[in-house]
């Protein structure tokens, strides 16, 4: 470590405690210890943040993974940004595994763009450089003024498959939806195999379809504005019967996306992917969100095995439904953590990194 | 009146109704879920393009929660071309941990008092408020206190906590005479109300006739509830910043002041450009 700087300090500030799992393995790897910092709720259901070493001068890396009260998380983040902001720390980088809200990142009829909210806060309060992985939309880079770092699981995903599926040589990279198809070339190009998209299943109601509303929101009924200035309507798609476009028969089928949250979709294309004669199904998605009954769901769907990362803790999920396992993406993100803080270049991460990874 | 719009978060959707219905209007259509991941997500329902928009969202329950879907509210409201919005916040949530000055916010702010319904509800509730006592808890809220004893033209008294040696706990000590008096004790918030139930069996044993607890929020959160019903208050009064209903199950002594007229007025005032400081003296009818 480089001593003639001010100093390093990793906090991090989760109060639940399997959210502190990835703060103390980062903090391992570097051969630091954690910063001395108290966070809890009081009984009215506040937070408090109290920070019990000084970070005068110093680079802090604020390592924070979202717990199932994602606006909790959010707020003790803020809370500890700013406080280390007041008290003259030199830099404040956030290093968010999982970037909250990063579904709520486009218009949809009259809702909000959360992600840019979350953006303008973090900035706010204080943060100078923000380390995250595999968000949703790249473009959510350019919600910040400040530098953004998205690093990718891929690598990590990739070597699992190599490493733990016997036969992947005979698999397909499968995408579930349209929406997918540029991450499963990007693995397919990598592993030299071949892909299947999956078309026309129904989309949920929680995807981030654009539904074309921009201002004015267009009329439904015609009937009551006046004939001459009617504005043509949006033609609303066609749901077209599921088909799978590329050949999975007696094959590996790797399904292959950023998160796993709701695991209807997911469940179906295994279905139909079954159905098509593959023998053996994966699911790799880098954060596992798994939410509510979703356990279940894999436990009793055609689906063999889950892969996610460890972006998000996900110990609970594991004990309902022993097909999920997980990869450990820990190192890069300590890696990312040395080089920033040794001002040394962060290429050497994205090398084998595809543009449409 | 045209031009203005009135949402509710899910905080307390009990006031909001009840401002709205004082205005005449009705509440705007908004949807607040959570998705499957806890995630916030809001949807308005109405056009609010060139509105006067209210928002009305208070910090208590689960305030992070609430706090996230203020935000989004907002952010809402404004993306789809409101002319003006407002946050209508009747308990500020994380005022403890900063002060709640003016001076901390780039935006106008309207601070508005409990007061004058405070002083409506002494005078109509108890029958012996001319010979009353107006008692603080500590001594940070002596002027709060004093303003209070000075428009009844009643006697203030006050408890500090005094430390004798360096390892023993506070004493209370009560400044003022209380003895055969009816002692209010005023503050603005109660959490766990371990300190006014303290001040409560000081007043007692100090000679007072009956004590009640008048503050403007209820937070009463851990043994608070506990606490009060093992204490010797005659009642304790707490305005509607924060819903009460639940609580009120639990306790028989609290009694609930309606508020919602202060901030419908305020609405009222500040949609129509009149000054707001009547506010600061008198309750509307």
């Known amino acids: 470590m480089n001593h003639t700087k001010g100093g390093l300090v990793i906090f991090t500030a989760n109060s639940h405690p399997s959210s502190r799992e990835m703060g103390k393995r980062i903090a391992e790897r570097l051969g630091v210890e954690l910063g001395q910092l108290q966070v809890y709720q009081e009984a009215n259901r506040e937070t408090r943040v109290q920070i019990q070493e000084s970070v005068r001068g110093k680079d802090v890396f604020v390592i924070q993974t979202m717990s199932k009260d994602v606006n909790t998380s959010i707020m003790e983040m803020l809370i500890m940004v700013y406080a280390c902001r007041t008290s003259c720390a030199r830099s404040i980088t956030g290093v968010l595994p999982y970037f909250p809200y990063s579904k709520q990142c486009k218009m949809r009829k009259r809702g909000s763009i959360v992600t840019k909210l979350i953006a303008s806060m973090m900035c706010k309060a204080g943060l100078t450089h923000l380390i995250t992985m595999d968000l949703h939309q790249k473009e959510i880079q350019g919600f910040f003024n400040i530098p953004v770092d998205n690093l990718r699981a891929s690598p990590f995903l990739l070597q699992y498959?190599?490493?733990?599926?016997?036969?992947?040589?005979?698999?397909?990279?499968?995408?579930?939806?349209?929406?997918?198809?540029?991450?499963?070339?990007?693995?397919a190009e990598r592993l030299r195999l071949g892909?299947?998209?999956?078309?026309?299943?129904?989309?949920?109601?929680?995807?981030?379809?654009?539904?074309?509303?921009?201002?004015?929101?267009?009329?439904?009924?015609t009937g009551a504005i006046h004939p001459s200035m009617e504005i043509p309507l949006l033609i609303p798609k066609e749901k077209p019967p599921i088909t799978v476009v590329g050949d999975v028969g007696g094959r590996i089928a790797?399904?292959?996306?950023?998160?796993?949250?709701?695991?209807?979709?997911?469940?179906?294309?295994?279905?139909?992917?079954?159905?098509?004669?593959?023998?053996?199904?994966?699911?790799?998605?880098?954060?596992?969100?798994?939410?509510?009954?979703?356990?279940?769901?894999?436990?009793?769907?055609?689906?063999?095995?889950?892969?996610?990362?460890?972006?998000?803790?996900?110990?609970?999920?594991?004990l309902q439904c022993p097909k999920i396992k997980t990869v450990d993406i820990s190192m890069i993100l300590s890696e990312a953590i040395r080089r920033i803080y040794n001002g040394e270049s962060m290429s050497y991460l994205?090398?084998?990194?595809?543009?449409?990874d | 009146m045209p031009n203005i719009k009135i949402f509710s978060g899910s905080s307390h959707p009990d006031l909001s109704q009840k401002i709205a219905d004082r205005l005449g209007l009705e509440l705007g259509k908004v949807v607040t879920k959570k998705f499957s991941n806890q995630e916030t997500c809001v949807e308005i329902g109405e056009s609010v393009r060139g509105e006067d928009v209210y928002i009305v969202q208070s910090g208590c329950g689960e305030i992070n929660d609430n706090?996230?879907?203020?935000?989004?509210?907002?952010?809402?409201?404004?993306?789809?071309?409101?002319?003006?919005?407002?946050?209508?916040?009747?308990?500020?949530?994380?005022?403890?941990?900063?002060?709640?000055?003016?001076?901390?916010?780039?935006?106008?702010?309207?601070?508005?008092?409990?007061?004058?319904?405070?002083?409506?509800?002494?005078?109509?509730?108890?029958?012996e408020w001319k010979?009353?006592?107006?008692?603080?808890?500590?001594?940070?809220?002596?002027k709060r206190v004093t303003s209070i004893a000075d428009r009844l033209n009643v006697d203030f008294a006050l408890i500090h906590k005094e430390r004798k040696k360096a390892n023993e706990v506070d004493r209370m000590v009560l400044v003022g005479d209380v003895t055969d008096r009816v002692a209010i004790l005023v503050d603005d918030m109660a959490d766990t109300?371990?300190?006014?139930?303290?001040?409560?069996?000081?007043?007692?044993?100090?000679?007072?006739?009956?004590?009640?607890?008048?503050?403007?929020?209820?937070?009463?959160?851990?043994?608070?509830?506990?606490?009060?019903?093992?204490?010797?208050?005659?009642?304790?009064?707490?305005?509607?910043?924060?819903?009460?209903?639940?609580?009120?199950?639990?306790?028989?002594?609290?009694?609930?002041i309606d508020i919602s007229m202060i901030l419908a007025e305020a609405i009222r005032r500040t949609h129509n450009g009149e000054s707001v400081s009547y506010l600061f003296s008198h309750v509307p009818l």
């Open chain 1, 161 to 187: 498959i190599q490493e733990e599926i016997p036969d992947y040589r005979n698999a397909v990279i499968v995408a579930k939806s349209p929406a997918s198809a540029k991450r499963a070339q990007s693995f």
């Open chain 1, 195 to 221: 892909i299947a998209v999956i078309h026309g299943e129904a989309q949920d109601a929680e995807s981030d379809q654009v539904d074309g509303r921009h201002s004015p929101p267009t009329v439904k009924t």
């Open chain 1, 254 to 318: 790797i399904i292959v996306d950023d998160i796993i949250d709701d695991v209807d979709s997911f469940v179906a294309a295994a279905e139909t992917l079954k159905e098509r004669g593959a023998y053996k199904i994966f699911v790799m998605a880098t954060h596992g969100l798994l939410s509510s009954e979703a356990p279940r769901f894999i436990e009793e769907s055609a689906i063999d095995e889950v892969v996610v990362t460890n972006t998000i803790p996900h110990e609970l999920q594991k």
């Open chain 1, 350 to 356: 994205f090398r084998n990194i595809g543009v449409d």
């Open chain 2, 67 to 127: 706090l996230m879907e203020l935000l989004i509210m907002i952010n809402a409201c404004k993306i789809a071309s409101a002319s003006r919005v407002t946050a209508v916040i009747p308990c500020f949530p994380y005022a403890r941990q900063d002060k709640k000055d003016k001076s901390f916010f780039d935006i106008p702010v309207d601070n508005l008092y409990a007061e004058p319904a405070v002083l409506k509800w002494i005078k109509e509730n108890i029958l």
């Open chain 2, 131 to 142: 010979n009353c006592i107006i008692v603080s808890p500590d001594a940070g809220g002596a």
């Open chain 2, 193 to 256: 109300c371990g300190t006014i139930c303290h001040a409560a069996d000081k007043l007692i044993s100090a000679g007072a006739t009956r004590v009640y607890a008048i503050l403007t929020h209820g937070i009463f959160s851990g043994p608070a509830i506990s606490r009060i019903n093992n204490a010797c208050f005659e009642a304790v009064v707490v305005t509607n910043t924060i819903p009460q209903e639940e609580k009120m199950k639990h306790c028989s002594k609290i009694q609930v």
